[in-house]
Protein backbone atom coordinates (compact mmCIF):
# COMPACT_ATOMS: atom_id res chain seq x y z
CA UNK A 1 0.00 0.00 0.00
CA UNK A 2 1.22 3.42 -1.15
CA UNK A 3 2.40 5.58 2.16
CA UNK A 4 2.50 8.86 2.81
CA UNK A 5 4.99 11.58 4.58
CA UNK A 6 4.68 14.78 5.96
CA UNK A 7 7.07 17.28 4.53
CA UNK A 8 7.70 20.52 7.00
CA UNK A 9 9.48 23.92 5.08
CA UNK A 10 12.61 25.49 6.38
CA UNK A 11 13.40 29.12 6.45
CA UNK A 12 12.84 31.44 3.19
CA UNK A 13 9.16 30.04 3.04
CA UNK A 14 7.46 32.99 5.28
CA UNK A 15 5.06 35.51 4.15
CA UNK A 16 3.17 37.99 5.75
CA UNK A 17 -0.38 36.71 5.96
CA UNK A 18 0.37 32.71 6.25
CA UNK A 19 -1.77 30.95 8.70
CA UNK A 20 -4.60 33.76 9.21
CA UNK A 21 -7.01 31.80 6.75
CA UNK A 22 -6.45 28.30 8.82
CA UNK A 23 -6.69 30.23 12.17
CA UNK A 24 -9.94 31.91 11.07
CA UNK A 25 -11.55 28.18 9.79
CA UNK A 26 -10.29 25.96 12.06
CA UNK A 27 -10.47 26.26 15.93
CA UNK A 28 -7.69 23.30 15.85
CA UNK A 29 -5.50 25.75 14.35
CA UNK A 30 -6.78 29.07 16.47
CA UNK A 31 -5.44 27.44 19.31
CA UNK A 32 -1.89 26.74 18.17
CA UNK A 33 -1.33 30.26 17.36
CA UNK A 34 -3.00 31.44 21.11
CA UNK A 35 -0.29 28.69 22.32
CA UNK A 36 2.66 30.39 20.18
CA UNK A 37 1.49 33.43 21.96
CA UNK A 38 1.31 32.50 25.15
CA UNK A 39 4.76 30.61 25.06
CA UNK A 40 6.47 34.01 23.87
CA UNK A 41 4.71 36.71 25.49
CA UNK A 42 4.38 38.52 22.59
CA UNK A 43 1.75 38.16 19.67
CA UNK A 44 3.29 36.14 17.15
CA UNK A 45 0.29 35.46 15.62
CA UNK A 46 -0.65 38.94 14.99
CA UNK A 47 2.96 38.95 12.92
CA UNK A 48 2.15 36.17 10.42
CA UNK A 49 -0.94 37.15 9.37
CA UNK A 50 -0.18 40.76 9.43
CA UNK A 51 3.22 41.41 9.28
CA UNK A 52 5.54 43.78 8.32
CA UNK A 53 7.69 41.35 6.68
CA UNK A 54 10.90 43.24 7.49
CA UNK A 55 9.98 42.15 11.16
CA UNK A 56 8.98 38.65 10.09
CA UNK A 57 12.32 38.24 8.01
CA UNK A 58 14.58 38.54 11.42
CA UNK A 59 15.75 34.90 11.70
CA UNK A 60 14.49 35.03 15.52
CA UNK A 61 10.99 35.70 14.54
CA UNK A 62 11.32 33.24 11.11
CA UNK A 63 11.79 30.18 12.75
CA UNK A 64 9.19 30.15 15.45
CA UNK A 65 6.63 31.67 13.01
CA UNK A 66 7.56 28.98 10.70
CA UNK A 67 6.94 26.30 13.16
CA UNK A 68 3.76 27.50 14.21
CA UNK A 69 1.98 27.90 11.02
CA UNK A 70 3.53 24.40 10.15
CA UNK A 71 2.16 22.96 13.43
CA UNK A 72 -1.08 24.90 12.69
CA UNK A 73 -1.75 23.01 9.37
CA UNK A 74 -0.72 19.45 10.78
CA UNK A 75 -3.24 20.00 13.60
CA UNK A 76 -5.74 20.46 10.74
CA UNK A 77 -4.91 17.66 8.65
CA UNK A 78 -5.05 15.28 11.59
CA UNK A 79 -8.45 16.61 12.30
CA UNK A 80 -9.48 15.51 9.02
CA UNK A 81 -7.95 12.24 9.69
CA UNK A 82 -5.40 11.93 7.57
CA UNK A 83 -1.96 10.92 9.20
CA UNK A 84 1.69 10.24 7.95
CA UNK A 85 3.34 7.00 7.76
CA UNK A 86 7.05 9.46 7.57
CA UNK A 87 7.79 12.97 8.56
CA UNK A 88 10.78 14.95 7.29
CA UNK A 89 11.47 18.54 7.68
CA UNK A 90 14.05 20.67 5.77
CA UNK A 91 16.14 22.77 8.02
CA UNK A 92 13.99 24.08 10.84
CA UNK A 93 11.65 22.06 9.73
CA UNK A 94 13.36 19.03 11.29
CA UNK A 95 11.43 20.39 14.69
CA UNK A 96 7.75 20.83 12.68
CA UNK A 97 8.36 17.47 11.83
CA UNK A 98 9.46 16.42 15.21
CA UNK A 99 6.37 18.12 16.83
CA UNK A 100 4.26 16.20 14.58
CA UNK A 101 6.00 13.07 15.34
CA UNK A 102 4.69 13.49 19.19
CA UNK A 103 8.80 13.93 20.17
CA UNK A 104 9.13 17.81 21.02
CA UNK A 105 5.94 19.40 23.18
CA UNK A 106 5.03 22.66 20.77
CA UNK A 107 5.31 25.20 23.66
CA UNK A 108 8.82 24.20 24.20
CA UNK A 109 9.65 23.51 20.43
CA UNK A 110 8.79 26.92 19.82
CA UNK A 111 10.87 28.99 22.32
CA UNK A 112 13.76 26.75 21.06
CA UNK A 113 13.55 27.95 17.98
CA UNK A 114 13.17 31.27 18.82
CA UNK A 115 17.07 31.08 20.68
CA UNK A 116 18.02 28.91 17.62
CA UNK A 117 17.90 31.66 15.44
CA UNK A 118 18.77 34.24 17.29
CA UNK A 119 22.11 32.17 18.26
CA UNK A 120 22.55 31.66 14.80
CA UNK A 121 22.16 35.61 13.75
CA UNK A 122 25.00 36.32 16.04
CA UNK A 123 27.06 33.53 15.35
CA UNK A 124 28.83 35.46 12.24
CA UNK A 125 29.25 39.29 12.51
CA UNK A 126 26.79 40.93 9.72
CA UNK A 127 28.37 40.84 5.91
CA UNK A 128 31.18 37.85 7.05
CA UNK A 129 29.28 35.12 5.80
CA UNK A 130 26.98 34.27 3.12
CA UNK A 131 24.76 31.52 1.08
CA UNK A 132 24.45 30.97 -2.88
CA UNK A 133 22.66 28.86 -4.67
CA UNK A 134 24.27 27.24 -7.71
CA UNK A 135 22.09 25.54 -10.05
CA UNK A 136 23.15 22.63 -12.85
CA UNK A 137 26.51 22.49 -12.01
CA UNK A 138 27.75 19.87 -14.09
CA UNK A 139 27.93 16.22 -12.11
CA UNK A 140 31.09 16.10 -9.94
CA UNK A 141 32.34 19.81 -10.36
CA UNK A 142 31.49 20.68 -6.69
CA UNK A 143 33.87 19.27 -4.64
CA UNK A 144 36.65 20.81 -7.02
CA UNK A 145 34.80 24.70 -6.82
CA UNK A 146 34.41 24.08 -3.06
CA UNK A 147 38.41 23.27 -2.92
CA UNK A 148 39.66 25.94 -5.18
CA UNK A 149 37.32 28.58 -3.71
CA UNK A 150 38.24 28.06 0.22
CA UNK A 151 41.96 29.59 -0.02
CA UNK A 152 41.97 29.47 3.94
CA UNK A 153 38.56 30.44 4.18
CA UNK A 154 35.50 28.20 5.12
CA UNK A 155 32.85 27.55 2.11
CA UNK A 156 30.82 24.23 2.09
CA UNK A 157 27.98 22.65 0.80
CA UNK A 158 24.58 23.81 3.22
CA UNK A 159 21.93 22.22 1.24
CA UNK A 160 21.93 19.07 -1.08
CA UNK A 161 18.28 19.56 -2.46
CA UNK A 162 18.54 17.64 -5.59
CA UNK A 163 20.65 16.83 -8.48
CA UNK A 164 20.35 20.21 -10.00
CA UNK A 165 20.54 22.49 -6.86
CA UNK A 166 23.15 23.04 -4.12
CA UNK A 167 22.96 25.84 -1.64
CA UNK A 168 26.32 26.90 -0.19
CA UNK A 169 27.80 28.79 2.51
CA UNK A 170 31.03 29.98 4.30
CA UNK A 171 32.44 33.43 4.33
CA UNK A 172 31.51 35.58 1.90
CA UNK A 173 34.87 36.08 -0.10
CA UNK A 174 35.03 32.62 -0.43
CA UNK A 175 31.11 32.35 -1.29
CA UNK A 176 31.74 34.58 -3.98
CA UNK A 177 35.02 33.01 -5.43
CA UNK A 178 32.81 29.65 -5.41
CA UNK A 179 30.24 31.59 -7.42
CA UNK A 180 32.72 32.73 -10.17
CA UNK A 181 34.37 28.89 -10.37
CA UNK A 182 30.46 27.23 -10.94
CA UNK A 183 30.09 29.82 -13.54
CA UNK A 184 32.99 28.91 -15.05
CA UNK A 185 32.53 24.97 -14.52
CA UNK A 186 29.13 25.53 -16.60
CA UNK A 187 26.35 25.91 -13.67
CA UNK A 188 23.59 27.39 -15.40
CA UNK A 189 23.04 29.73 -12.70
CA UNK A 190 25.26 30.47 -9.57
CA UNK A 191 23.50 33.02 -7.35
CA UNK A 192 23.84 35.07 -3.73
CA UNK A 193 20.61 34.69 -1.55
CA UNK A 194 19.48 37.33 0.30
CA UNK A 195 20.03 35.98 3.75
CA UNK A 196 21.27 37.24 6.99
CA UNK A 197 23.92 34.52 7.77
CA UNK A 198 25.72 31.35 6.43
CA UNK A 199 23.69 28.04 8.09
CA UNK A 200 24.51 24.86 7.83
CA UNK A 201 28.21 25.31 7.42
CA UNK A 202 30.96 25.34 10.08
CA UNK A 203 30.86 29.04 11.24
CA UNK A 204 27.26 28.07 12.67
CA UNK A 205 29.45 26.17 15.39
CA UNK A 206 29.31 28.86 17.97
CA UNK A 207 25.16 28.79 17.32
CA UNK A 208 25.60 25.17 17.63
CA UNK A 209 27.00 24.93 21.21
CA UNK A 210 24.76 27.94 22.58
CA UNK A 211 22.00 25.38 21.91
CA UNK A 212 23.32 22.38 22.82
CA UNK A 213 22.00 23.10 26.97
CA UNK A 214 18.78 24.51 25.59
CA UNK A 215 18.61 21.07 23.45
CA UNK A 216 19.70 19.11 26.77
CA UNK A 217 17.40 20.74 29.29
CA UNK A 218 13.75 20.07 27.09
CA UNK A 219 12.70 16.38 26.82
CA UNK A 220 12.37 14.36 23.98
CA UNK A 221 9.83 11.75 23.29
CA UNK A 222 10.56 8.96 21.27
CA UNK A 223 8.35 9.68 18.06
CA UNK A 224 4.82 7.72 17.28
CA UNK A 225 5.92 7.28 13.32
CA UNK A 226 9.66 7.63 11.88
CA UNK A 227 11.39 10.74 11.09
CA UNK A 228 14.29 10.84 8.07
CA UNK A 229 16.74 13.84 9.35
CA UNK A 230 18.84 16.22 7.91
CA UNK A 231 22.20 15.07 9.69
CA UNK A 232 22.15 11.72 8.09
CA UNK A 233 19.28 11.35 5.18
CA UNK A 234 18.53 7.84 7.89
CA UNK A 235 15.36 6.87 9.72
CA UNK A 236 15.26 7.72 13.46
CA UNK A 237 12.20 6.62 16.20
CA UNK A 238 13.80 7.82 19.21
CA UNK A 239 13.98 10.75 21.50
CA UNK A 240 17.79 10.40 21.99
CA UNK A 241 18.70 10.36 18.31
CA UNK A 242 16.13 13.41 17.64
CA UNK A 243 17.80 15.88 20.66
CA UNK A 244 21.29 14.34 18.54
CA UNK A 245 20.04 15.27 15.01
CA UNK A 246 19.00 18.85 15.91
CA UNK A 247 22.13 19.61 17.58
CA UNK A 248 23.94 18.27 14.54
CA UNK A 249 22.16 19.63 11.87
CA UNK A 250 23.22 22.94 12.86
CA UNK A 251 26.60 23.23 10.82
CA UNK A 252 26.28 20.24 8.96
CA UNK A 253 24.75 20.07 5.36
CA UNK A 254 21.23 19.27 4.99
CA UNK A 255 21.14 16.27 3.05
CA UNK A 256 17.21 16.93 1.16
CA UNK A 257 17.75 14.94 -2.15
CA UNK A 258 18.98 11.66 0.20
CA UNK A 259 16.10 11.96 2.38
CA UNK A 260 13.62 12.03 -0.07
CA UNK A 261 15.01 8.96 -2.25
CA UNK A 262 14.71 7.27 1.34
CA UNK A 263 11.46 8.15 1.31
CA UNK A 264 10.25 6.89 -2.32
CA UNK A 265 12.21 3.87 -1.63
CA UNK A 266 10.16 3.02 1.68
CA UNK A 267 6.83 3.07 -0.49
CA UNK A 268 6.07 6.64 -0.15
CA UNK A 269 4.25 7.96 -2.89
CA UNK A 270 2.04 10.69 -1.42
CA UNK A 271 3.86 13.78 -0.36
CA UNK A 272 2.06 16.56 1.70
CA UNK A 273 4.15 19.63 2.00
CA UNK A 274 2.39 20.64 5.11
CA UNK A 275 3.12 24.46 6.20
CA UNK A 276 4.19 28.15 4.21
CA UNK A 277 5.33 28.09 0.63
CA UNK A 278 5.76 25.64 -2.01
CA UNK A 279 9.54 24.80 -2.02
CA UNK A 280 9.46 21.52 -1.36
CA UNK A 281 6.61 20.04 -3.36
CA UNK A 282 9.04 21.98 -6.19
CA UNK A 283 11.92 19.92 -5.40
CA UNK A 284 10.55 15.81 -6.20
CA UNK A 285 9.98 16.73 -9.37
CA UNK A 286 13.74 17.83 -9.32
CA UNK A 287 14.79 14.81 -7.54
CA UNK A 288 12.44 12.50 -9.60
CA UNK A 289 10.32 13.19 -12.52
CA UNK A 290 7.80 10.36 -11.29
CA UNK A 291 7.55 12.34 -8.10
CA UNK A 292 5.14 14.15 -7.25
CA UNK A 293 3.49 16.10 -3.98
CA UNK A 294 0.84 18.66 -2.92
CA UNK A 295 1.26 21.61 0.05
CA UNK A 296 -1.33 22.38 2.70
CA UNK A 297 -1.22 25.79 4.12
CA UNK A 298 -4.70 26.81 3.30
CA UNK A 299 -8.23 25.41 3.61
CA UNK A 300 -8.47 25.58 -0.14
CA UNK A 301 -5.85 23.37 -0.04
CA UNK A 302 -7.73 20.61 1.26
CA UNK A 303 -10.16 19.53 -1.31
CA UNK A 304 -6.03 18.65 -3.63
CA UNK A 305 -5.30 16.21 -0.93
CA UNK A 306 -8.41 14.45 -0.28
CA UNK A 307 -7.99 13.82 -4.27
CA UNK A 308 -4.87 12.17 -4.49
Known amino acids: ?6 LFPGQGSQF ?5 SLAEMYPVARMVFEAADQALGFSLSKLCMEGPEEELRLTENTQPAILTVSTAACAVLREQGLKPDFVAGHSLGEYSA ?4 GSLEFAAAVRLVRQRGRYMQEAVPAGVGAMAALLKLPAGALAGVLENAAQGEVVTAANL ?3 DQVVIAGHAGAVQRAIDLAKAAGARRAVLLPVSAPFHCPLMRPAQLRLLADLQAIAFQD ?8 WQAREIRSGAEARQGLFEQVPNAVRWEESIRYLAGQ ?4 FIEVGPG ?7 RSIDPGLSGVKFCDPGDLKNIKTN
Open 16 to 20: AGMGR
Open 98 to 101: LVAA
Open 223 to 230: LTFPLVNN
Open 1 to 6: MAKTAF
Open 278 to 284: GVLTGLL
Open 161 to 163: NAP
Open 267 to 270: GVER
